[in-house]
């Protein structure tokens, strides 16, 4: 039978030969098979008897014996020779075996000195060189693979420099770039600074027409940033199962900005407030703001979630309860409750109760001129803070210790009851007296004199008769009285009037639900309380496991307690799944849409008049790098490295065989 050769690299077929599994010879793992102290057999061949000889294997070490034919091969042209010709498929070297021992030598000799062998004596050497370093093609994509891994670290300083800029809210590009400018823009002379520095950026030189520093490319690894920044929120937010909406807009130059910021619980129970973005608004009502808004939810796949919230300003358009943003909005997301921002309602009850009470509205217009005063002398401003410099400092640190939003907005201290009951309790002469004595005593302090008004003289028209009619006098009153009388209690009547009129309404039964999952509430765990929330946002609280979790926390030390926060990480998912599902609800309701705010101020800093020119997509990039500083300084640069590449076909590769995956 005809002996089958293996390729370089044996294929299926050949491995699932039968005829490979009966021969005794060699692979291209083990080499040629030469069998040793072995007593081979004679064979009669004419008149004589002759055998293989052990010493062949020392003289030609191609050779190879096998036992079960009793014949020799060349391994080497077994396993790499195409037979062409005639005479190659008669050698039986190749094919059945040699068995012919009377001409072993002089066939041998002939056979090594054939083309096909020398031809398959090269094969052979090629693959035991592959072994050793690789074949070509293994060769040529670890090369690709080094200078990926060269273009990508080379990337990674570019996505530094680029993310600093961003992070510092500064711009990029110089007027002029060439090599003769002084000044070629923040990003050129970054790379020259950092390239002074790195060894890297000093032996790495990218091909000329591959830089990856145009501006084209530049804008394209922004993009690749804040897309990665905001697939991380929107992330976050499907592991949340429900988020909020905080929605405001602003004048930009000649156009309106929308700031769209959401609010959740992420997988370590802490409350995030996250910005998605601007969106230019091309007509201001309420059509074209919800239609703005769903566009953008729709855009992040968020439209299928529960939206808990929904939080504006006091805008007309947004807070209109038929037609208006709010309406509209609910439509499609019927839990969405409307928060009408508190930090606006408590700013406009102290607005209105100074524009309703002179003696108020002089207090204030006198503090403004008094800070006024001060704020303009340069000489006592610096004496005020080199007397009080270490107090500064230690302030400064407090303020900018970072604090979770959840802690910083106790939803508590916004609620109705709690802000009237207060008032109330202050509503009372005795209050009135003891701010009156503080302040004489702080006059006294000072040196400044009671002011009093001269006492009103008797009538003498009148004297010695009865008056049973006003006559236009009037009794004698106190300053103290006046105090009371014009201006504390009108102040205090005004703000409890004015806090009935805004915090009384369609949310004021959802504020009591939130209000019982605070721990220091008197209604903490109030199952009828609780009960608003669950059956708003179709969570079945169950009356045995309100019962368990009040045993519960019965047990903890309130100190370990100062929030709602802080009960939520408590309650395990598998033991309080209603309970958990209300506190995230009532962690997820914002408190204000004070986010959107801060989104302006980045907004000022960015679009100024000298990059006014901007375009929308590049600002919506630049801001979400510049709000979102944590997650600009946590993420992978090798995540923002994949999607640059994703962008658009690039001309040379800048993927990982690992990354494609």
């Known amino acids: 039978p005809k002996i089958v050769c293996f390729p370089l690299e044996p294929t299926d077929q050949l491995i699932n030969n039968p005829l490979l599994k009966v021969l005794d010879l060699g692979n291209p793992q083990t080499g040629p098979k030469q069998v040793q102290n072995y007593q081979f057999p004679h064979s009669q061949i004419g008149t004589q008897k002759r055998a293989f000889q052990q010493s062949w294997f020392q003289m030609f070490e191609w050779l190879e014996y096998s036992v079960q034919k009793n014949a020799a091969f060349c391994f080497m042209c077994r396993l790499y020779s195409k037979p062409k010709q005639p005479r190659d498929q008669r050698d039986s070297l190749l094919t059945t075996g040699f068995t012919n021992w009377k001409r072993a030598l002089d066939s041998f000799r002939e056979h090594e000195s054939s083309a096909i062998h020398k031809s398959s004596v090269i094969s052979w050497m090629s693959f035991k060189a592959t072994e050793v370093h690789g074949n070509v093609t293994e060769l040529l994509q670890a090369a690709n693979v080094s200078e990926i ?3 990508r670290e080379y990337l990674c300083r570019v996505a530094a420099v680029t993310a600093f800029l961003g992070k510092q809210g500064i711009a990029f590009r110089g007027h002029k ?19 002074e520095f790195d060894p890297f950026l000093q032996t790495y030189k990218p091909p000329s027409c591959v830089t990856y520093l145009s501006p084209s490319s530049q804008n394209e690894m922004i993009q690749s940033t804040s897309e990665v920044i ?11 199962k429900m988020y909020s909406i905080m929605v405001d807009e602003a004048r930009d130059h000649h156009s309106e900005q929308l700031a769209l910021c959401v609010r959740y619980v992420n997988s370590q129970d ?8 601007f969106c230019k608004l091309k007509a201001f009502d309420a059509n074209t703001i919800t239609e703005t808004i769903e566009t953008q939810l729709v855009k ?17 358009v947004m807070r209109g309860a038929v037609g208006d943003v709010q309406a509209h909005f609910k439509e499609k997301h019927p839990e969405a409750i409307y928060i009408h921002c508190y930090a606006h309602e408590l700013n406009l009850v102290l607005c209105h109760n100074c524009k309703a009470i002179p003696e108020a509205c002089d207090v204030f217009y006198m503090l403004e001129s008094v800070y006024s005063f001060f704020s303009t002398s340069l000489i006592d401003s610096i004496n005020a803070i080199l007397k009080n410099l270490p107090a500064v400092i230690q302030t400064l640190q407090n303020i900018s210790t970072p604090l979770a939003i959840g802690l910083q907005s106790k939803l508590c201290r916004f609620f109705k009851t709690a802000v009237h009951d207060a008032l109330k309790n202050c509503r009372c002469s005795e209050k009135a007296m003891e701010i009156f004595d503080k302040t004489k005593t702080i006059c006294s302090d000072l040196g400044i004199e009671e002011h009093t008004k001269g006492t009103q003289r008797k009538q003498k028209k009148i004297e010695g008769y009865v008056v049973e009619s006003p006559c236009g006098t009037r009794s004698d009153l106190s300053t103290g009285d006046l105090l009371r009388q014009r201006a504390f209690f009108p102040v205090l009547d005004r703000m409890l009037n004015e806090i009935e009129i805004r915090f009384s309404g369609a949310g004021a039964q959802f504020m009591t639900g939130i209000q019982a999952c605070h721990p220091s509430s ?35 030390d309130k100190d370990a307690l100062p929030n709602i926060q802080s009960v939520f990480s408590l309650l395990h998912v598998d033991m ?56 600009l300084t946590s993420i992978d640069q090798g995540n923002i490295i994949n999607r640059f590449a994703e962008i658009k076909p690039r001309r040379y590769s800048l993927m990982l065989p690992h990354s494609k995956n």
């Open 576 to 631: 309080f799944p209603s309970l958990k599902a209300i506190f995230q609800v009532a962690l997820t309701i914002p408190v204000s849409s004070c986010s959107c705010e801060r989104s302006f101020s980045a907004l000022c800093r960015l679009h100024t008049w000298l990059r006014s020119t901007m375009g929308q997509d590049r600002l919506n990039h630049l801001a979400v790098r510049s709000i979102e500083k944590e997650l």
């Open 270 to 277: 802490m409350v995030k407030e996250r910005f998605l973005g």
């Open 300 to 316: 992040h796949g968020l439209e299928h979630l529960t939206c808990v919230a929904q939080a504006y300003d006091g805008a007309s």
């Open 149 to 151: 891994v060269q273009r």
């Open 230 to 240: 905001t697939s991380v929120i929107v992330s976050e937010i499907k592991a949340a």
């Open 177 to 195: 770039e060439g090599e003769e400018s002084n000044n070629k823009g923040n990003f050129m002379e970054c790379m020259q600074l950092l390239e």
């Open 522 to 556: 008197e209604y903490f765990l109030n199952e009828e309380s609780l009960r608003h929330l669950a059956t708003h946002y179709r969570i079945s609280l169950q009356p045995e496991e309100v019962m368990v979790a009040k045993q519960f926390f019965s047990r903890k």
